[in-house]
């Protein structure tokens, strides 16, 4: 109990931290995200659904104090259908929760911050990094703490399942500790409290150094650093098992190449040093993380049920339609944690009906409409950086907006409702396209009138050589 009020009060003075500082709160709550984990796991396991809540106070005062400065008044970029289109989907998640159909109010209000708490990073990340080299400088470090995360990764993986180190955020049987199959090899979470938050951090953590390697065409000079993360996180999503990240890293790649290599100056030697760059780690990969690539391959190879997970997120919605009826059965419905908020009773509406996949479980929340407007933002969102991707002026900006527009792209038919961890860096990278757009603009304004010139990367990403 005095833990608990202890966090509490914790919390109390974080927000009012955060309101003072609310850049600094922006990033050190995108660090806690990592580490959230580690900390409901092993260090204050009685109290993880306090903990759960950190971040977000952090990200509330950063909220309050936005609002209170003057960088509010940033002009934003020009987009008139996606402000549209999201504000009247919040309007329809505001009437949701009064939604007559769910069992308390309390369910319909953590739905509606499932669904929205983290949309104001749109806006808020924008103001948050002054210039290129700010942006640079926060990217430059926060994808180095891949490193330890997956060294982490790796002490699991060699560990038995009843190992301290290989639990979850809730207290789990060792023998409900996801294996490879009849492997004696866990699938490993790192600082994450589950496999998906984990498997959607290195996702992400793989989209920002493609960023950064972009910026500076994959040069190796003055990219050590970044290339041994890079191999770090491939590591890490071999040992979680999760075959996901590597198909749809395959799947948009092409878009990649064309966007971030074809159409940019020296693509030739680009090229060249990326297929090095990929191949020298694959061999790393092969000899160093031997163990891992095998158990990898072997459940990769198993292709019971995959077919199937690929199309679900498509299909499910349309199963679902028939159960949801015009209205659904209101937001936060279908949410993990709405059980807790009944008192651990089951919605009798829902039952044997609930889908795994986030799009059906939209549908059946939100109803046929209200699962128009939210995945219409989704599309709106990619169609936006697309479109940014393809006409900003300096290179640094062109790769913000190339590398979210890969992410964006994935999440279309993935979770970014349920799944926290994807949810927060969705709306973190939204903000860092809208900030391209706003530097961009700045850069063209402040360049020399040469024309022809390619402004150059921000000196914390650019290698020589």
Partial sequence: MITRILLLALGCAAVGWSIRQWRLAIQAAMVLLILEGAIRKWLLPGSQDLVYFAKDALFLGAYIGFLRSRSRRLPLPRAPILYGTLGFAIILGLFQVLNPTLPNLLVGVLGFKSYFFYVPLLFVVPAVFRDDADLARFLQRYVLIVIPVVLLSVAQFFSPAGSVLNTYAQPTDSELISTFGSSKFVRTTGTFSYISGYTSYLLVTTILLLMILTTTRWRFRGNLLVFGALGMVLLGIMMSGSRGPIFLLAVVFPLYWWLAVVREKQSGQTFVRLLVGLGLLAAGLSSAGDQAVTAFSQRAASTEGMGSRLFFPFVSPVHMLPYAGPFGFGIGATHQAAKTLTGGVENPLLVNITPEAESGRVMLELGPVGFFFAYFVRFAIAAFAFRQAL???????????????????????????????????????????????????????????????????????????
């Fill in 391 to 465: 006409r900003l002026r300096t290179l640094f900006h062109r790769a913000v907006a190339t590398s979210a527009l890969l992410f964006f792209l994935v999440q279309i038919p993935g979770g970014i409702v349920f799944d926290v961890t994807a949810g927060v860096y969705y709306w973190f990278l939204a903000g860092l396209v809208f900030l391209a757009v706003r530097l961009d603009r700045q850069a063209v304004l402040a360049r020399a009138p040469r024309p022809a010139a390619t402004p150059a990367a921000p000196a914390a990403l650019r290698g020589s050589g």
